[in-house]
């Protein structure tokens, strides 16, 4: 099992990491008018290919196995 953390203050929300991963796990939510991305996806459905990780240019996203 996989757990993706994402750090929302260094998210710039650029999508990059929604469009990479192959499984449609993560996506860019907004809350109090701050958008960011985050992992929506069933836990058990990432396949931990660290497309996520390697496609942020901010280094706000790890991937982690469990
Ligand atoms: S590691 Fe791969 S499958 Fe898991 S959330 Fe990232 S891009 Fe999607
Ligand atoms: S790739 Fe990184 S900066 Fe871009 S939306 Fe995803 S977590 Fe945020």
Redesign the pocket.
């Given at each position: 099992m996989?757990v993706?953390k994402i750090d929302r203050e260094k998210c710039q929300a650029c999508g990059d990491?929604v469009d990479?991963?192959?499984?449609e796990?993560?996506a860019l939510v907004e809350e109090a008018g701050v958008q960011f991305a985050m992992?929506t996806?069933n836990p058990d459905?990432?396949?931990?290919?660290?497309?996520?990780?390697s496609?942020c240019p901010e280094g706000s996203l790890t991937?982690t196995e469990l």
């Open positions: 996989y993706i990491c990479t991963c192959p499984n796990l993560i992992y996806g459905d990432c396949i931990g290919c660290f497309s996520c990780e496609a991937v």
